[in-house]
T-cell receptor, first 115, second 113 residues
Framework: DAGVTQSPTHLIKTRGQQVTLRCSPKSGHDTVSWYQQALGQGPQFIFQYYEEEERQRGNFPDRFSGHQFPNYSSELNVNALLLGDSALYLC??????????????FGDGTRLSIL | AQSVTQPDIHITVSEGASLELRCNYSYGATPYLFWYVQSPGQGLQLLLKYFSGDTLVQGIKGFEAEFKRSQSSFNLRKPSVHWSDAAEYFCAVGAFGFQKLVFGTGTRLLVSP
């Protein structure tokens, strides 16, 4: 049973560029959440997708956008990259109907470095 | 607004000794509390969770945590630490009806021989 998979593992970009990160949820899961984890910090919630719509959003600018596909996979897009966007980006999947009662399963993340 | 405080940035424990990692939360209603572990270069693994009922919850890898409403705490414990427990530990709080998790800044556990 495959868990949450994220691609790519590592990525290097320069300021001003755009990036797309991808996530495939655990089999049977329909909800995907994205988190940003800066070095030495805990993960911070970016947004959550359920039924192909953004259901919740954290305190992140509009440069961060996402998408969920009919197969429940998801993309995180970041435009106009800043040095401060350097972080580990984590994807988590869960079952949407259960709310917080359904534990979130995390992928290993994408390490994004901005030069 | 929800918030989580993990007051210890680093903790060093001898192998075989007991462990307690502290977590304090701030939330107006009944919290949903979690402990996750993160090994270097990896994602987060759920150790245990508290939703309601018995305030002492058991998790994987021999970990347990106790919810104390009066102290707004959810401390993680293990009676005997193994070298493989060296990792970063995160406490998180969630709100009923949502799936957003708010994490603390983490505690890095070092295990000495």
């Amino acid at each position: 049973d495959a868990g949450v998979t994220q691609s790519p593992t590592h990525l290097i970009k320069t300021r001003g560029q755009q990036v797309t990160l991808r996530c495939s949820p655990k089999s049977g899961h329909d909800t995907v959440s994205w988190y940003q984890q800066a070095l030495g910090q805990g993960p911070q919630f970016i947004f959550q997708y359920y039924e192909e719509e953004e259901r919740q959003r954290g305190n992140f600018p509009d440069r961060f956008s996402g998408h969920q596909f009919p197969n429940y996979s998801s993309e995180l897009n970041v435009n106009a990259l800043l040095l401060g966007d350097s972080a580990l980006y984590l994807c988590a999947s869960s079952l949407g109907r259960g709310g917080i009662n359904q534990p979130q399963h995390f992928g290993d993340g994408t390490r994004l470095s901005i030069l | 607004a929800q918030s989580v405080t993990q007051p210890d940035i680093h903790i060093t424990v001898s192998e075989g000794a007991s462990l307690e990692l502290r977590c304090n939360y701030s939330y107006g209603a009944t919290p949903y509390l979690f402990w996750y572990v993160q090994s270097p270069g990896q994602g987060l693994q759920l150790l245990l969770k508290y939703f309601s009922g018995d305030t002492l919850v058991q998790g994987i890898k021999g970990f347990e945590a106790e919810f104390k409403r009066s102290q707004s705490s959810f401390n993680l414990r293990k009676p005997s630490v193994h070298w493989s427990d060296a990792a970063e530990y995160f406490c998180a709080v969630g709100a009923f009806g949502f799936q957003k998790l708010v994490f603390g800044t983490g505690t890095r556990l070092l295990v000495s021989p």
